[in-house]
Nanobody, 121 residues
Framework: QLQLVESGGGLVQAGGSLTLFCAAS????????MAWYRQAPGKQRELVAA???????KYADSVKGRFTVSRDNAKKTTSMQMNSLKPEDTAVYYC???????????????WGQGTQVTVSS
């Protein structure tokens, strides 16, 4: 069974740093784009950062210059280094990946269970 498992969330003071990790496991032919989304209470889920299997990245304007997304294709992992954290970064962060489980199948989106990031002022 294919799974995305996140780790690394927690409580940090404003200005601090956290690194989130996400590992994919199960039957995987190829992982295309991997991404991080977040959802704050009462708000819609939003894209934070994404990285293609070629290493191209994109970021939400609110995190540019503070967050860095990376991936290890061999290990099927992605991580996101979050620096200069602000209280408005508080949210549940979700790992997302577009994955082909077989060469002859279309890719599908998979989600992790989410990890809480809380930034205190």
């Amino acid at each position: 069974q294919l799974q995305l498992v996140e780790s690394g969330g927690g409580l940090v003071q404003a200005g601090g740093s956290l690194t989130l990790f996400c590992a994919a496991s199960g039957t995987i032919f190829r992982i295309n784009t991997m991404a991080w989304y977040r959802q704050a209470p009462g708000k819609q889920r939003e894209l934070v950062a994404a990285i293609t299997n070629g290493g191209s990245t994109k970021y939400a304007d609110s995190v540019k210059g503070r967050f860095t997304v990376s991936r290890d294709n061999a290990k099927k992992t992605t991580s996101m280094q979050m620096n200069s954290l602000k209280p408005e970064d508080t949210a549940v962060y979700y790992c997302n990946a577009d994955i082909k489980t077989r060469s002859y199948r279309s890719s599908s989106a998979y989600w992790g269970q989410g990890t809480q990031v809380t930034v205190s002022s």
